[in-house]
């Protein structure tokens, strides 16, 4: 495979990357919302505190502890549009709209921060998260049955998928699967302060996700994210066997899921507005996942851009896969 062919598939694998997280990001600002009636009754308070955690893990990459981590996302997706070692400055996409979609989800949190009085205040910020976090602990420990099987349940309720092909744990993630490969400092911290993995391995002869978490809205979250892995896997797996390995190699690094995580969800968002109501979105992204490289960016473009143009574009694109099954 020659150099720009490798290139655009390893764009691809960041693009198909983006909207894993992007999923996962999204639902954790809103699936618990999908179960509230069975939340309530295990606990009333667990709701608001399942909000305020899912706005707290987002606006945390502009808390002071992040920034001195990872860098000021402002500048990161500057030089993402100027620097040519920067990580994502090949990436035609996220090095162009990667700092206005983080600063869009950014905002729209802020906004529901007030409603859900989560405070923007640097110490008391970090003060609140790990009230949250103990809190969570506290009142989710009778229940952890049930809420390891409403996590499944909520999973299947968004992909469609069957809830015996779903693993999940509440417990201090360690890893399965693919190692995750460490290859830098920061990445080595990362992974250590990991409160959530999820995934996809083979069992006997099926694939199945894999999801852990040290709370539900963790858990829940890494098994969406497990499933829409499992999904894209339609978009590379017709790669010869040394290209996956340079493609997987290049684009699949712990150091970038917090950059996905930031801009993903306003993304996934977006896409979401412009999926034909009557096609599941497990269809939509498996579709999606099969374009070739070029069509995938520009379709993933005109959802940012010119979302009536996107729009049109899906509906056509589930009309072609149909004709083809």
Request: aromatic share 8%; net charge positive; charged share 25%.
């Amino acid at each position: 495979m020659s150099d720009p062919a490798l290139r655009d598939e390893i764009n691809k694998r960041f693009t198909l990357n983006w909207l894993i997280q992007g999923a996962a990001q999204h639902a954790g600002m809103t699936f618990h919302h999908l179960v509230r009636d069975e939340i309530n009754a295990l606990d009333p308070g667990l709701l608001l505190l399942y909000d305020q955690y899912a706005l707290i893990n987002l606006l945390q990459y502009w808390n002071m502890d992040a920034v001195l981590l990872f860098g000021w996302p402002p500048r990161f997706w500057r030089r993402a549009a100027s620097k040519r070692r920067h990580p994502f400055f090949a990436h035609p996409l996220l090095s162009k709209f990667g700092g206005m979609l983080a600063a869009a989800g950014k905002e729209r949190a802020i906004e529901r921060s007030k409603e859900k009085a989560v405070t923007r205040k640097p110490f008391l910020f970090s003060f609140q998260a790990l009230a949250t976090v103990n809190r969570l602990r506290s009142l989710e420990k009778p229940h952890r049955s049930k809420l390891i099987q409403l996590a499944k349940v909520s999973t299947a309720t968004i992909w469609g998928i069957p809830i015996d092909r779903l693993d999940g744990d509440l417990c201090t993630p360690t890893p399965f699967g693919t190692p995750i490969r460490i290859r830098n400092a920061r990445a080595a911290f990362f992974r250590a302060a990991t409160v959530g993995l999820g995934g996809v391995v083979q069992s006997s002869d099926s694939l199945r996700v894999v999801g852990k978490g040290t709370n539900w809205q963790l858990l829940t979250k890494e098994l969406v994210k497990g499933t829409a892995e499992l999904i894209c896997m339609h978009g590379i797996n017709t790669l010869p066997d040394d290209t996956y390995q340079k493609v997987m190699d290049a684009a699949d690094r712990i150091e970038y899921e917090p950059w996905m995580l930031q801009t993903g969800g306003e993304l996934w968002r977006r896409l979401l507005a412009v999926v034909p109501d009557r096609e599941p979105i497990a269809k939509v992204l498996m579709h999606i996942a099969r374009l070739p490289a070029q069509s995938l960016q520009s379709l993933i473009q005109a959802v940012i851009e010119q979302p009536e143009s996107a729009k049109t574009a899906l509906d056509g694109l589930g009309k072609k896969f149909l004709r083809r099954c």
